[in-house]
C-alpha cells in the first residue's frame, strides 16, 4: 500500500475489511496505468529532456550523473516489511 502500511492497518483506519482495500487499491492502480487516463495524463521524460536544475545543484549528483533510471526526478516511495527486506536488497 502507498501509506508504508498493510492492508490492515488502511483497514482499520478506513473501518473497511483487508479485502475491500486490495479491491479498490487494484481498481485506483489499473485506473491510473490505462488508457485514456495515462496516454493523456503521463509524459515520460525524452533523451532530449533535460535534467531539473534541483538535481543537478544536488551535491550527490556527481556520482549518479552517469546513471539510467531516476535521476530524471521520478521517485516511487515504497515500503517493505521488515521481514523482506533481505529479499529487496539490490534489486531495481
Not at 46 to 63: N, Q
Request: glycine letters at 4%; a positive charge; charged letters at 20%.
Amino acid at each position: 500500500c502507498v501509506t508504508g502500511l498493510s492492508t490492515r492497518h488502511v483497514g482499520e483506519r478506513l473501518q473497511h475489511s483487508p479485502t475491500t482495500i486490495s479491491k479498490y487499491f487494484r481498481k485506483m492502480v489499473n485506473f491510473f496505468s490505462s488508457d485514456p487516463f495515462y496516454s493523456s495524463n503521463v509524459q515520460l521524460p525524452t533523451v532530449d529532456t533535460p535534467v531539473a536544475t534541483k538535481i543537478l545543484d544536488d551535491h550527490c549528483f556527481r556520482y549518479f550523473s552517469d546513471c539510467v533510471g531516476a535521476v530524471d526526478g521520478t521517485h516511487i516511495h515504497v515500503f517493505v516489511p521488515a521481514k523482506e527486506h533481505a529479499n529487496m536488497r539490490n534489486r531495481k
